[in-house]
C-alpha cells in the first residue's frame, strides 16, 4: 500500500474512480481492480485524518496544560 501518496492526491483518485464508475466507461473487469484501488485509497485517507486527529489532541492538551 501506498504511504507516500498525499491526502489530496488520495481524494482527487478517489473522485476520478468515482466518475469512471458513473460515465458507463467502466467494464465489468475494471470493476474489481477500481474497487479494490478504492478501497486502498479510502484506508489511506482515513489513516491521515485518525493521525492529524491524535496530533490535534495532542497539541490542544498541552495547550489546556499551559
Known sequence: ?????TYQKAIGELEQIIQKMQ???CTIDELSALTTRSLQLLTICKNKLTKTDE???KILAQLSDE
Do not use: F, R
Open 55 to 57: 496530533e490535534l489532541k
Open 1 to 5: 500500500m501506498e504511504t507516500e501518496i
Open 23 to 25: 460515465s458507463n466507461q
